[in-house]
Nanobody
């Protein structure tokens, strides 16, 4: 059974940092592109950052460039999203996804986790 489980969300003050983790089971992450998405209340889901399996190339949405960093540890079947300089507008449920790259961003949409809440507030 393919499963993705996110962790690391929480409440943080503006300017703070969080690191999200995405642990996979039932399949090897090494064979899949990994993506982080987010959905804020009343808004659609949007791609945040993705990393390929082939050459490790990355995609970052403009609104997180220079603040967030995606990485993967294939030996641990885990992906990460390091989030720095967080802003209130980063508040959302963050999801990880895995699968084949799709579209211009090359982000996947085959398998999804249940999401983890990130709230940025003073």
């Amino acid at each position: 059974q393919v499963q993705l489980v996110e962790s690391g969300g929480g409440l943080v003050q503006p300017g703070g940092s969080l690191r999200l983790s995405c642990a996979s089971s039932g399949f090897g992450l090494v064979y899949h592109t990994i993506g982080w998405f987010r959905q804020a209340p009343g808004k659609g889901r949007e791609a945040v950052s993705c990393i390929s399996t082939s050459d490790g190339s990355t995609y970052y949405a403009d609104f997180v460039k220079g603040r967030f960093a995606i990485s993967r540890d294939n030996a641990r079947n885990t992906a990460y999203l390091q989030m720095n300089s967080l802003k209130p507008e980063d508040t959302a449920v963050y999801y990880c996804a895995a699968g084949l790259p799709v579209g211009g961003s090359g982000c996947p949409d085959d398998y999804w986790g249940q999401g983890t809440q990130v709230t940025v507030s003073s």
